[in-house]
C-alpha cells in the first residue's frame, strides 16, 4: 500500500512540475500581448524554442506581426476557447477584429507552437 502512495505522489508532482499552469500561459500571453502592441516582436520571439526560432526567423516574424499589427490594430483581450494535448487555442480580440491564437509551452516554459489564424 505504501508504494502504491508513494508511486501515485511522485506521478501526480512530476505531472504538475513538468505541465505548465494556467498563470504560464496566461505570462506568456501577457508578454505576447505587450510586445505585439508595442510593436517589439524581439521579446515574443525570444520566448519561442529553439524549432520554432529556426522555422520562425527573426525578420520574417516582424513582417508578419507588423502587418498584423497595422490590419487589426492593438490586442486588446485573450480566452481560452479550446484546448488539447498539442495546443491551446484562444480568442484574441483586436481593436479591428478577432483572431484565433495557437500556443504551446514546451516543458521548459519556452513557446513551441505559435500560430494566428482568422476565425
Same mark, same amino acid.
Do not use: C, R, W
Given at each position: 500500500?505504501?508504494?502504491?502512495?508513494?508511486?501515485?505522489?511522485?506521478?501526480?508532482?512530476?505531472?504538475?512540475?513538468? /505541465?505548465?499552469?494556467? %498563470?504560464?500561459?496566461?505570462?506568456?500571453?501577457?508578454?505576447?500581448?505587450?510586445?505585439?502592441?508595442?510593436?517589439?516582436?524581439?521579446?515574443?520571439? %525570444?520566448?519561442?524554442?529553439?524549432?520554432?526560432?529556426?522555422?520562425?526567423?527573426?525578420?520574417?516574424?516582424?513582417?508578419?506581426?507588423?502587418? !498584423?499589427?497595422?490590419?487589426?490594430?492593438?490586442? /486588446?483581450?485573450?480566452?481560452?476557447?479550446?484546448?488539447?494535448?498539442? %495546443?491551446?487555442?484562444? !480568442?484574441?480580440?483586436?481593436?479591428?477584429?478577432?483572431? !484565433?491564437?495557437?500556443?504551446?509551452?514546451?516543458?521548459?516554459?519556452?513557446?513551441?507552437?505559435?500560430?494566428?489564424?482568422?476565425?
Amino acid at each position: 500500500m505504501k508504494i502504491l502512495f508513494v508511486s501515485l505522489l511522485t506521478l501526480f508532482l512530476s505531472t504538475s512540475v513538468l /505541465s505548465q499552469t494556467k %498563470e504560464d500561459y496566461n505570462t506568456t500571453l501577457e508578454l505576447v500581448k505587450k510586445g505585439f502592441n508595442e510593436k517589439n516582436s524581439s521579446i515574443i520571439h %525570444e520566448k519561442f524554442n529553439a524549432a520554432l526560432k529556426e522555422k520562425l526567423k527573426p525578420d520574417a516574424f516582424v513582417k508578419m506581426i507588423d502587418s !498584423l499589427h497595422n490590419d487589426k490594430g492593438k490586442m /486588446s483581450t485573450y480566452e481560452l476557447i479550446l484546448e488539447d494535448e498539442k %495546443e491551446k487555442n484562444f !480568442l484574441v480580440e483586436f481593436e479591428n477584429g478577432s483572431m !484565433l491564437f495557437l500556443l504551446y509551452l514546451a516543458k521548459d516554459g519556452k513557446i513551441s507552437t505559435f500560430q494566428i489564424k482568422d476565425y
